[in-house]
């Protein structure tokens, strides 16, 4: 079983890494403010989805290497560890350069927006990196049960991932006229999260 302390500490990082601005919740916040809060909020609830499909090739990767190959899954921790400062780096360097522009989608039924949603999430490499690279940091290897472990991370991830992007789906409204108004929000928002990227890779990469 998860640990309490892990559990916090790894629901603390998730919770700030998805609000913080990205593809995927601005486009969620996109959705709910050109189409409406029950279409941002199926879209959300699709891209949260999609992250259960990385939580199984995390599970099936990661604990094949750790098994197989000490050595590989070093590899693998020093790349993700890179990518995560490489993503931290170009959050500080385009701070409040992402703007919020609308999805520019017609009309569709719920249940179609979701599984757009899911797919946008399934098939973008970076949060599939993004997933190998930062679910193995709050892994206890000497609890045992690496994949049950890795698994649980994941489907944890994804449930707080559909809560955020379902309120960010609801108050999108809201939330798009507080932006517009305090313009200096999403540069700070940027520099915070590119700060917790950096930090996330440093630790991946001289963690033993």
């Not at 944890?156 to 991932?161: I, K, P, V």
Request: aromatic share 10%; with cysteine.
């Amino acid at each position: 079983m998860l640990t309490l302390q892990q559990t916090l500490a790894f629901l603390a990082a998730a919770i700030l890494i998805t609000a913080s601005p990205g593809p995927d919740n601005l486009m969620v916040l996109s959705m709910g403010i050109s189409k409406g809060r029950r279409q941002g909020i199926a879209f959300g609830l699709g891209c949260a989805a999609g992250c259960l499909s990385h939580t199984l090739l995390a599970v099936i990767g990661v604990s094949a290497l750790i098994a197989a190959s000490p050595t590989a899954f070093t590899v693998l921790k020093v790349a993700g560890g890179l990518y995560l400062v490489w993503m931290g780096f170009n959050a500080w360097r385009y701070a409040g350069v992402v703007r919020i522009d609308e999805v520019g989608m017609a009309d569709q039924p719920l249940g179609q927006l979701f599984r757009k949603g899911m797919v946008a999430a399934m098939i973008n490499p970076k949060v599939i990196l993004f997933f190998l690279s930062f679910l193995p940091q709050f892994v206890i290897a000497a609890n045992g049960h690496v994949a049950w472990q890795l698994g649980a991370l994941g489907v944890l991830f994804a449930a707080q991932a559909a809560v955020l992007f379902g309120l960010i789906g609801y108050f999108s409204g809201a939330v798009g006229q507080w932006l517009s108004k305090r313009p200096k929000a999403g540069p700070v928002l940027d520099r915070i999260a590119g700060t917790v990227f950096i930090g996330l890779g440093l630790r991946l990469i001289v963690s033993r």
